[in-house]
């Protein structure tokens, strides 16, 4: 029996979770920050949502970062099909999502790879031509600094993106050289070899 001017609601009967944990896709390693979001979830979820949000507008009990490990969990759910985005600030990485479904009182379990802005390449010595270790490369507009192997490549994730963004290469007695590349969110650029000249 429902009093008049309260909402009648279903008891909370369902001991379903969603836990996950959100990674770089490329190096495999957690991200912390991330904004995880429930986009659709079982009528019984979104019931839930908005009779919360009628007493409390601004709640988001459909979103939560990921902590230093790159956690996230969702307890006491109603058993269905969720889709989760998740996404962090800036350009160095691209959203991801990805969807499951529960069962009433078991556990699911989550992981999303977010896609790295990345810029990858080959650094070489001129006259002869050969693979050069140990040269600095970076982007002077950001902290973004890598150096390469024995085989001369490099790789720099994740970075912001930008077009004909200045792409500086330097090492011991070479003369400093730097080129433009153009870097799209989420994605992998292979940049030209670069050559470099002894100074």
Do not use: C
Request: net charge positive; hydrophobic share 40%.
């Amino acid at each position: 029996m429902t009093r008049p001017g309260f909402q009648s609601i279903d008891r909370i009967t369902h001991r379903a979770a969603l836990v996950g944990r959100t990674i770089d896709k490329r190096t495999l390693t957690p991200l912390a920050g991330v904004v995880l979001t429930i986009t659709s979830g079982p009528a019984a979820w979104t019931a839930r949502v908005t009779a919360l949000q009628q007493g409390q507008p601004a709640a988001r009990p459909d979103q939560q970062a990921t902590d230093a490990g790159g956690f996230f969990r969702w307890l006491d759910l109603p058993a269905g099909t969720y889709t989760l985005s998740a996404s962090l600030s800036g350009t160095r990485y691209a959203a991801a999502t990805g969807s499951l479904a529960l069962v009433s009182t078991a556990v699911g379990t989550l992981e999303l790879q977010l896609a790295p802005t990345t810029v990858t390449g080959i650094v070489q010595a001129g006259a002869p031509a050969a693979p050069l270790a140990m040269a600095r490369v970076r982007f002077p507009d950001s902290d973004d600094v890598s150096y390469t192997a024995a085989n001369g490549s490099y790789t720099l994730s994740p970075v912001e993106v930008g077009t004909g963004r200045a792409l500086e290469v330097s090492a011991q007695n070479f003369i400093t050289t730097t080129q433009a590349v153009t870097l799209s969110q989420g994605q992998t650029t292979t940049a030209a070899t670069i050559t470099l000249t002894h100074s």
